[in-house]
């Protein structure tokens, strides 16, 4: 065994995550995570906490769905398990209008590929059943753009991105689910970046039959655990009907470990696989957060702080181009046009975590998921400015302070 290398044990240093995401994850949660004692996945508390996280998480989603539950994973994980109800040759309509719906388009065209349209182009596959409806990145998916599409389309799904984290956009969830039901499509939503920030119920939207999130955006619960997704009983008829192929990430299957059989809630949960009893109070505790907090104060804060934040940056000479209430997506002044990845590499490098977009044009992303307070909120401002400084721009931080003290001295918030 000479050539066996055995590392260090690996330290990861404390990050000021100011990005799109992963948010930073509330010590409650942290806490939660660690103190969980050694417990296998069908034992009493463990069953328990998965049934109480369920019935949490229809509030947080807004919902009486009783297909409402944790897909262990990331937001990618929680899409999967959505998206597994497309078959191949299915008709779909896709919206994309940046990085994260244009990755949901690649998941639906490879499950509506037929054989023979996977293999022409296995990574990258085109089926003739799937139109995607391209939004320029920067622009909101619009109910005009939607309605257009399903009326002369027709299909058995629609998709699209409740907030394209990408951009930095809200699309328009009232005009999907209209036009869903108009044009009887399944609607589909990516919800990863707005559950947990922006206050809504799912159930407002009949026209939306699945909806997926994730843990680390506005749920705050990095720590591998689970992407909410919730299903109406049109889904999950649709499901029963025509099944999906795959096992791990079968609705209906994955449902029974949360303690959802036949379509009915049960008290203890059927074995679908190994859960964890650390990730299962990590999450319990992140849901715990949320509705201690109340949804719509949370959203009132998010979008009080974000205000804050856009115009400090606009006073820095930034145009910003996002609507979302979690990110700001911004160009650099005209003489640090082109620097984007410089300037979000050098505040990297010192552990204040802010992102480039991650698809053309090159933006600056700058978030606060969790980072409701005017302490965080100032030293954001404050060390974007500094390293804007350093890259020779002309700041002036007289009117940065003024727009800090304008919306924090006398705040409620
Ligand atoms: C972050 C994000 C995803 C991907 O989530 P992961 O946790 O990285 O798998 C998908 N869709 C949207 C809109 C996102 O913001």
């Not at 160009?331 to 975590?353: D, H, I, S, W, Y």
């Not at 974007?384 to 002036?396: K, R, W, Y």
Request: aromatic share 6%.
């Amino acid at each position: 065994m000479k050539d066996t290398i055995i590392f260090p044990p690996l330290e990861i240093p404390e990050t000021l995550a100011a990005g799109p995401g992963p948010g930073n994850t509330d010590a409650r949660v942290l806490q939660r995570f660690c103190q969980s004692g050694l417990a296998d996945h069908m034992q009493a508390d463990v069953l328990r906490g998965m049934i109480e996280c369920k019935i949490m998480l229809r509030a947080v989603w807004g919902t009486r769905n009783i297909h409402t539950f944790g897909v262990a994973g990331t937001g990618f994980s929680g899409l999967d398990c959505m998206l597994s109800a497309i078959l191949p040759g299915d008709s779909v309509v896709v919206f994309t209008n940046g990085t994260f719906s244009g990755i949901d388009g690649l998941s639906i065209r490879m499950k509506a590929s037929t054989r023979e349209e996977l293999r022409a182009d296995p990574l990258n596959p085109q089926p003739a059943s799937v139109t995607t409806i391209e939004v320029p990145h920067g622009q909101s998916v619009s109910a005009e753009v939607i309605e257009a599409a399903l009326a002369r389309h027709k299909p058995k799904w629609a998709f699209m991105a409740h907030w394209e984290t990408g951009a930095g956009r809200i699309n328009d969830l009232r005009g999907f689910s209209d036009a869903c039901q108009r044009h009887g499509a399944l609607g589909l939503v990516d919800a990863v970046s707005s559950l947990g920030i922006a206050d809504f119920s799912i159930d407002d939207y009949p026209g939306v039959v699945g909806w997926a999130s994730c843990p680390q955006k506005g749920v705050l619960c990095l720590p591998l655990t689970y992407a909410p997704v919730s299903f109406n009983d049109r889904y999950i008829a649709e499901l029963r009907e025509n099944g999906c192929h795959s096992y791990v990430h079968h609705p209906i299957l994955e449902a029974r470990h949360w303690g959802i059989i036949d379509g009915q809630d049960v008290e203890k949960g059927a074995y679908h696989r190994t859960h964890s009893g650390y990730a299962v109070a990590a999450f319990h505790e992140a849901l715990r957060i949320i509705l201690q907090m109340g949804r719509a104060e949370r959203a009132r804060d998010y979008a009080f702080h974000e205000k804050v934040l856009r115009e400090a940056v606009e006073a820095m000479g930034c145009e910003v181009t996002s609507n979302m209430t979690s990110l700001v997506v911004l160009n650099l002044p005209g003489t640090l046009a082109g620097r984007e990845m410089e300037l979000v590499q050098n505040c990297r490098a010192k552990g204040f975590g802010i992102w480039p977009t991650l698809s053309e044009p090159v933006q600056v992303r700058i978030g606060i998921l969790n980072q409701l307070s005017e302490p965080a909120i100032t030293e954001i401002v404050t060390r974007f400015a500094e390293a804007m400084a350093e890259l020779g721009a002309n700041i002036d931080m007289a009117r940065v302070r003024a727009v800090l003290s304008a919306h924090y001295d006398h705040a409620d918030a």
